[in-house]
């Protein structure tokens, strides 16, 4: 098992933050088929303020390009992308386009 985590911000505003929460709290049944289907175990968002942190435990089948190419293929995921950009803001530093940026572990117990 592998584990990824990623960081992204959200448009500070309390009433999106408040709508983008609720939609997490009924997530459509077809963007959690799509993470099963991709390897992923687990997966975990947390929030604090406008910063979002999520953390996916992954299968030894999982690849994360794969994810990106079967997400770019699935018309449902790309509308929940969609609805969840009006939402999201990208972290500085970060590549145009770019929204969940992988974070690098730098401790451990």
Same mark, same amino acid.
Request: glycine fraction near 2%; charged fraction near 30%; aromatic fraction near 12%.
């Given at each position: 098992?592998?584990?990824?985590?990623?960081?992204?911000?959200?448009?500070?505003?309390?009433?999106?933050?408040?709508?983008?929460?609720?939609?997490?709290?009924?997530?459509?049944?077809?963007?959690?088929?799509?993470?099963?289907?991709? $390897?992923?175990? %687990? &997966?975990?968002?947390?929030? *604090?303020?406008?910063?979002?942190? @999520? =953390?996916?435990?992954?299968? /030894? #089948?999982?690849?994360?390009?794969?994810? $990106?190419?079967? %997400? &770019?293929?699935?018309?449902? *995921?790309?509308?929940?992308?969609? @609805? =969840?950009?009006?939402?999201? /803001? #990208?972290?500085?530093?970060?590549?145009? $386009?770019?929204?969940?940026?992988?974070?690098?572990?730098?401790?451990?117990?």
């Amino acid at each position: 098992m592998k584990r990824y985590c990623f960081a992204l911000d959200l448009i500070n505003d309390t009433t999106s933050i408040k709508e983008y929460i609720a939609y997490h709290k009924e997530v459509w049944p077809e963007i959690l088929d799509s993470l099963r289907d991709s $390897g992923i175990i %687990d &997966a975990e968002i947390y929030n *604090v303020a406008d910063r979002l942190f @999520l =953390m996916m435990d992954t299968n /030894k #089948s999982f690849v994360l390009e794969h994810k $990106g190419k079967m %997400d &770019a293929q699935n018309p449902v *995921v790309q509308k929940w992308e969609e @609805l =969840m950009s009006t939402y999201q /803001k #990208s972290l500085p530093n970060t590549k145009p $386009g770019e929204k969940w940026v992988l974070m690098e572990r730098i401790f451990k117990l």
